[in-house]
């Protein structure tokens, strides 16, 4: 990582050289890569722990960072994040379950979903985990179970603050319209009353977006709600009932670096507007809770796919490779919203460097039209054998894998930038094993 020119800019992605270099290794010393080894997935584990170190100096040490796993839910990360004092925001009962497994205490699990049902919402409760309702309903189905069952769950509720959407139509959750949370425009009184009628409905929960999202919209989307929170408190402190907000859960969102030569605000700088606009966040007032994903894994994890045929026609070459819309679903299906820069290594892993370069367009594997990676990049010749490097894929890419076509999930390898050792993080697939998933 290195810091350049204002310090609340930072580049945090990994350099291709760093990366062909670690490939290369894996594929010559370690023997990591077999031929079975159509794909394999890395993630940088060193760079995973210093973003969570970095999140704990950044913000008060009472918050609970709880890392959205749907950004990453591998097992061995999951346990790896726990290890580090970190928390889990799930968003399914399967999440949830997975968060249990890898040992998070019960209070250290947030569990969001717009849409739990009553079983999901009991099993919570009896557990202990945390739970931000989604709706009035929800709290009241939750009030309900909880006259039925012994639960130490803390109980937030989601807010949406209508300040705007960010660039990415399918990824903004603070527009006018949201399916997330209560729109607080028209609901301001009747969120008031629960607050005062529910004496356990201790939490507000704000989540702006998932990339896309200005760091200016999350801070003022995160402000009114505080300010909503603030004016709560203050009507409340006369209550004979110890209604208030304890906790203030400001989501994830914050946006990450997936261009070379781009610049996006810091964390300490997201940490640094936040208290110059919602300086009570960090009073004792509130226990902060917050929910990033993206930050965390986005910039640790690549992809190396290896290149099967190039079909060189008249106006156009084809790099056919075994990464497609499987593992990269948004930037097959919603192209102009993403990106992932990708490099080119030989087949012994050397780094493909030449100024000589040929426009190409990059397809996967999969049973249609629209499975392209890319269209009309430029790359030093590329041929059979070769392999493809992708860049920012540790967020949202295997998590949101998809079925189609039954590909083999491919193997997933962590590293420690700097130790020269390999662990194998998931294994790859095996055809077997799908047939095994349809039956
Ligand atoms: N908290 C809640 C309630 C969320 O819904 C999310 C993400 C997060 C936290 C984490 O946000 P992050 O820090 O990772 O931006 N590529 C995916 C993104 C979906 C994000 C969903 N929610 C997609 O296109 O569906």
Redesign the pocket.
């Given at each position: 990582m290195n810091n350049q020119g204002n310090p609340n800019l930072i580049h945090s992605r990994l350099p291709e050289t760093e990366i062909s270099k670690v490939f290369s290794n894996a594929l010559n010393n370690y023997n990591r890569i077999s031929s079975e080894d159509k794909a394999a997935i890395f993630y940088d584990l060193a760079f995973i722990e210093r973003k969570i170190a970095g999140l704990k100096q950044i913000f008060p040490g009472a918050t609970l960072h709880a890392v959205?796993i749907?950004?990453n839910t591998l097992a061995r990360v999951l346990e790896k994040m726990r290890a580090m004092g970190t928390g889990a925001?799930v968003?399914s009962l399967p999440e949830l379950f997975m968060a249990q497994e890898a040992g998070f205490a019960p209070g250290n699990i947030v569990f969001?979903s717009p849409c739990k049902t009553k079983a999901e919402i009991e099993y919570a409760l009896k557990s202990g985990v945390y739970i931000?309702a989604d709706s009035f309903d929800e709290l009241d189905r939750i009030a309900a179970i909880r006259e039925t069952v012994k639960s130490e769950s803390g109980i937030g509720l989601?807010i949406n603050p209508q300040v705007g959407a960010g660039s990415i139509n399918?990824?903004s959750?603070a527009g006018e319209f949201s399916k997330?949370g209560i729109p607080l425009n028209d609901n301001k009184e009747r969120i008031i009353s629960y607050f005062r009628n529910y004496e356990w409905l201790k939490g507000m929960?704000v989540?702006i977006?998932?990339?896309g999202c200005p760091v200016q919209l999350l801070v003022s989307g995160v402000g009114r709600v505080l300010d909503l929170a603030l004016e709560l408190n203050k009507l409340l402190e006369n209550a004979s009932k110890s209604n208030r907000v304890e906790v203030f859960d400001i989501?994830?969102?914050?946006?990450v670096l997936y261009h070379p030569g781009q610049e996006t605000v810091s964390m300490e700088g997201y940490a640094a507007m936040l208290k110059e606009k919602c300086g009570e966040l960090f009073t004792n007032r509130f226990r902060i809770f917050t929910?990033?994903?993206?930050?965390i894994h986005a910039n640790a994890g690549w992809v190396a796919s290896r290149v099967e045929y190039v079909k060189r026609e008249k106006d156009y070459n084809i790099i056919m490779t075994h990464a497609g819309a499987d593992l990269f679903?948004?930037k097959c299906y919603n192209p102009a919203d993403w990106y992932h820069q990708i490099s080119v290594v030989d087949k012994h892993g050397n780094a493909k460097t030449g100024t000589d370069k040929i426009k190409y367009t990059v397809a996967g594997p999969l049973c249609f039209a629209g499975d392209i990676l890319a269209r009309d990049i430029e790359l030093p010749p590329v041929n059979e054998g070769d392999y493809l490097l992708i860049h920012d894929a540790g967020?949202?890419t295997l998590s949101?894998w998809s079925r189609y076509n039954s590909r083999q999930m491919p193997k997933v390898i962590g590293y420690y930038s700097g130790d020269d050792d390999f662990e194998v993080l998931k294994e790859r697939e095996r055809p077997e094993d799908l047939v095994e998933f349809w039956s």
């Open positions: 959205a749907k950004a925001e968003a969001d931000n989601r399918s990824t959750v997330f929960h989540h977006g998932s990339q989501g994830g969102g914050l946006p929910e990033f994903g993206r930050y679903l948004r967020a949202y949101m």
